[in-house]
């Protein structure tokens, strides 16, 4: 049973991506963002219990990697899918939301198979790329935030995050160096952690100039943004290390 605990919640990843894509064809947005926000979370714990309990496998490494699909790829698609559909008449302009699901699947497959990063990244995360859209979805759809954003047309809009979805499709499948929000706890210092420290310090900034707009939601994309290009421009230094 010990074995399976793993197992169990990377299976609770999954579930919580089943029931963010029902929610999504509901057009219940905000819901489904918080399933994808859950899934992650299961998705952060299963690999830390294998370690922990000692029971890491390749079983276990291939079922996180389907759940991923369903909740980093399928289910962020399937939103960004539900606001095309709302905010622009151009009809194949929401079926671009769908490469997003492509996309996550051929990364999550190309980097089962890559043993460069036990200490970085090498691309965009598709969790990550899945937060942007979480943002999205919560900062238009919360009951108490934007109603009326989805009210008419946005044609403009509709394009941009079309735009927006294709650039981070492919960051998904490039191989920049992404650096590891990790902190060195044997050694706190500045020299040692100052990529880390910095990046927290412009999130910070985000996080309090998104709520000084009244867009907080909007943060969590914001601050994916920054993490992407804080990694490019830092990417010689923490490739370095």
């Known amino acids: 049973m010990r074995k399976q605990i793993p197992n169990l919640i ?5 579930l919580c991506g089943v029931f963010s894509c029902l929610l999504a ?3 219940t947005l905000h819901l489904a963002a918080l399933f994808i926000c859950l899934g992650i979370f299961f998705d952060f ?3 830390m219990a294998a370690r922990l309990l000692g029971v890491a496998s390749p079983l276990g490494k ?3 990697s389907l759940a991923d699909v369903v909740t980093s790829g399928v289910a962020p698609g399937l939103i960004l899918n539900v606001i095309l559909a709302q905010i622009t008449d151009i009809q194949w302009l929401k079926y671009t939301a769908l490469l997003i699901p492509l996309f996550a699947a051929y990364r999550l497959a190309k980097f ?9 990244f090498l691309g ?3 969790p990550a790329n899945a937060l942007i859209w979480v943002s999205i979805a919560l900062f238009c759809r919360l009951p108490y935030n934007n109603d009326d954003l989805f009210a008419g047309t946005h044609t403009t809009l509709a394009i941009i995050l079309a735009i927006v979805s294709l650039v981070a499709n492919i960051l998904m499948i490039s191989e920049i160096p992404m650096f590891s929000l990790k902190f060195n706890f044997k050694d706190m210092s500045w020299k040692t952690n100052s990529i880390q420290y910095s990046f927290l310090a412009g999130s910070a900034v985000i996080v309090v100039l998104s709520i000084a707009i009244h867009a907080f939601w909007l943060s969590i994309s914001f601050i994916i943004f920054w993490y992407i290009l804080f990694s490019i421009v830092t990417r010689k230094h923490h490739h370095a290390h």
């Open 112 to 120: 089962n198979l890559d043993t460069r990063q036990s200490h970085s």
């Open 10 to 14: 990377t299976l609770c990843n999954l």
């Open 124 to 126: 965009l995360p598709a």
């Open 45 to 47: 714990f299963d690999g």
């Open 62 to 64: 291939e079922l996180d």
């Open 25 to 27: 064809y509901e057009a």
